[in-house]
């Protein structure tokens, strides 16, 4: 075997292992396009070409749900409006090929920016969760266009367990609470800014588009996204396009009173090195200002929070849903606060 049939042999592994993982049990349309696509030589073959980055399958899947958005495919638009599984891997897998010249400066240029809205669900409680109570600034790394930045005016169902956040709000969402009880009050934010490598801004029609591409769209995201797009263009958050490290550095030491850093889904994409420089730099900083760092990720992601068996729940593999508060230049507690789906639609609660 070549050197180029392993590596897409490895890639195709890679896939499956997302169908099984990811997919099944939450997302049927995606669970059988991605195993389609696992099983194509010649899809393979086109994502290895493409820079490491786009070797997940969630760049392809919004490269390919924005055509769908912009009517260039529709015949995968109408599988994909009524979820219909049957047929939609092969039909995806020939839309590809059909339009690898199109797709390849897509890809090669775009990165996942999924921003689920979803996730407020899990960030309310692990806010109310910090002791300090003073109004603080809250930073979110990997922001992309900062939807989870205006948490405090969505509306979060909790069913039995309550609810936050204003009624009328236009963003609902819902989250089942599995275990636990997440507690729920007033967040006083003072500042709201996010950071990203790559800032969408949620009033430009493109931007907006693609955000909506990255949603699965088998999985009744796709209005409240619209919804948290809106909402966020008329309540604008500070977005600054750079580096995490260096501009979280200068945020650091310019930003008065406490700060809660935020960072769901996004530690995972940075190599062990980084995690590691992050964490010290939130520690540097706290010699200051108490730093309080909340973060949503999978396991043994963030080496600073203990190990906590994940629950046995169905779907995709549970997140560990962390609270790290750095003083004076250490580490003073780090604590599993909950497990949670990716997306925020049920939260397994550890009481305190």
């Given at each position: 075997?070549t ?39 010649d ?56 339009s ?33 109570r ?37 963003v ?107 964490s ?29 068996l ?14 790290v ?11 599993v ?16």
């Amino acid at each position: 075997m070549t050197k180029d049939q392993i590596q897409k042999e490895s890639l195709a592994d890679y896939w499956r292992f997302f169908a099984e993982t990811e997919c099944k049990g939450y997302s049927p349309l995606y669970e059988a396009i991605t195993t389609a696509c696992a099983n194509s030589d010649d899809v393979m073959e086109f994502v290895s070409s493409l820079p490491s980055h786009a070797h997940q399958p969630n760049l392809l899947l919004a490269a390919m749900h924005e055509r769908v958005l912009l009517g260039l495919e529709p015949e995968l638009s109408a599988l994909y409006a009524d979820n219909q599984v049957g047929g939609v891997g092969a039909l995806f897998v020939a839309a590809v090929l059909k339009s690898r010249d199109r797709l390849q400066p897509i890809l090669s240029t775009r990165f996942t920016q999924t921003n689920e809205i979803g996730r407020v669900a899990i960030i309310a409680p692990a806010l109310a969760a910090i002791s300090d109570r003073d109004t603080f600034t809250l930073i979110d790394v990997g922001t992309s266009a900062g939807l989870t930045l205006r948490l405090d005016d969505c509306f979060i169902d909790y069913g039995s367990h309550g609810s936050l956040g204003p009624h009328d709000s236009k963003v609902r969402v819902k989250s089942d609470v599995l275990a636990g009880h997440p507690p729920r009050r007033s967040i006083p934010i003072g500042r709201r800014i996010g950071i990203d490598r790559n800032i969408l801004n949620p009033a430009n029609e493109d931007d907006a588009r693609w955000l909506l591409a990255c949603v699965w769209p088998d999985t009744g995201r796709l209005d409240r996204t619209r919804a948290a797009l809106e909402l966020a263009a008329s309540r604008p958050s500070e977005l600054i396009e750079g580096d995490a490290l260096e501009t979280l550095s200068d945020l650091l030491t310019s930003v008065q009173g406490p700060i809660v850093v935020t960072t769901t889904w996004v530690v995972a994409y940075m190599d062990i090195e980084y995690r590691a420089r992050l964490s010290a730099e939130l520690m540097t900083a706290s010699q200051q200002r108490d730093i309080y760092w909340i973060s949503a990720e999978a396991p043994g992601v963030v080496s600073d929070l203990p190990e906590v068996l994940p629950p046995q729940v169905e779907g995709p593999l549970p997140s560990v849903v962390g609270l790290v508060t750095f003083t004076k230049g250490e580490i003073a507690d780090a604590r599993v606060l909950a497990h949670a789906h990716s997306h925020g639609s049920w939260i397994w609660w550890y009481d305190q």
